[in-house]
């Protein structure tokens, strides 16, 4: 069986911490993640024309993500975005507008490469990016183009204030097979696609009525230190979170994306996956910044191959 190809869209940026930049972007840090973890994978963004733009492309070829596809473009600049964490290390983060990921075009390259995706292939992206008329009309036209080929389509809802709008994040989902979001996100998602979720209304029942009314094959909602709640059409994996020592949160949504495709992709069992990709999430949690070391990961694969 072929090893799967996964393509991530969207913002590809550096993050100021106190401390430092850090690479960043939820596509950006899913690819790395995916890397990290032995799968191919590219990302889909853009950068500046500038020194932090060829610094970002360095970075992520360093972890194995293949930069073919990332435009790099002279009039806007390499996104940066302010950092700033609570006591529990919880982000709140400062967006510029108007920067290289926002004006991802559609190219020759990005048309070669799609016909490569089947249904044993995967594409991600998020809500951020797009915000902007340019980069939304690319990825959502890529994303067309993956569902039409019957490749796995995961959404990360990532809304941030005040870059979203509902009927955008309806028509998002539109194209969706697997839909993710957070804890923070539920109500917000819930009344945008007027489905009802307050009162008695247990999460797994919204959950189950979006998935129905969408067509999704997979709903996870992200419960933070909590764990995870898997929907499917036959199935409710409710995993409990991992307890653990926190640095920052920073990135701990994105391993746990990366894992979910890549357990996905290889047929593992639900309740498999929401183990793993809770572990893996708390772990990234134990350290500084959304991107861990090579011999971070390595020292948790073998939660990946269950032993």
Not at 60 to 76: A, K, M, N, W, Y
Not at 110 to 117: G, N, T
Not at 174 to 187: G, I, N, P, R
Not at 190 to 207: Q, V
């Amino acid at each position: 069986m072929a090893e799967p190809t996964i393509l991530a869209f969207g913002q590809l940026l550096w993050n100021l911490f106190p401390e430092g930049p850090r690479l960043g972007g939820a596509p950006a840090t899913f690819a790395c993640h995916v890397a990290l973890l032995g799968c191919e994978v590219a990302l889909v963004s853009a950068v500046g024309k500038d020194t932090r733009g060829a610094a970002a492309v360095a970075q992520l070829e360093c972890v194995g993500v293949r930069t073919s596809l990332i435009q790099h473009l002279p009039d806007f600049p390499t996104s940066t975005v302010g950092v700033a964490l609570d006591a529990a290390g919880k982000p709140t983060f400062d967006i510029q507008s108007d920067v290289a990921w926002d004006h991802i075009g559609w190219s020759p390259a990005l048309e070669a490469y799609l016909p490569r995706l089947d249904c044993g292939d995967a594409v991600y992206f998020g809500t951020l990016a797009l915000r902007n008329e340019c980069s939304r009309a690319t990825i959502l036209r890529a994303v067309r183009s993956a569902k039409d080929q019957g490749a796995l389509r995961l959404l990360d809802v990532n809304l941030r204030p005040p870059f979203f709008d509902n009927s955008l994040l309806r028509e998002a989902i539109e194209l969706a097979s697997v839909l993710k979001f957070s804890d923070d996100e539920f109500t917000h998602v819930m009344n945008a696609c007027g489905i009802a979720c307050g009162g008695n209304i247990e999460p797994e029942t919204a959950l189950r009525e979006l998935l129905l009314r969408y067509q999704l094959a997979v709903v996870v909602l992200t419960l933070g230190p909590e764990g995870a709640l898997i929907v499917t059409a036959t199935q409710t994996v409710r995993q409990p979170g991992f307890k653990v020592k926190v640095c920052d949160t920073v990135g701990a949504g994105d391993a746990f994306s990366a894992t979910l495709v890549l357990g996905l992709l290889r047929g593992d069992t639900l309740a498999h996956i929401a183990r793993v990709a809770c572990e893996i999430s708390a772990a990234v949690c134990t350290v500084s910044g959304p991107i861990p070391s090579r011999t971070f990961f390595k020292a948790h694969m073998r939660a990946m191959s269950g032993r």
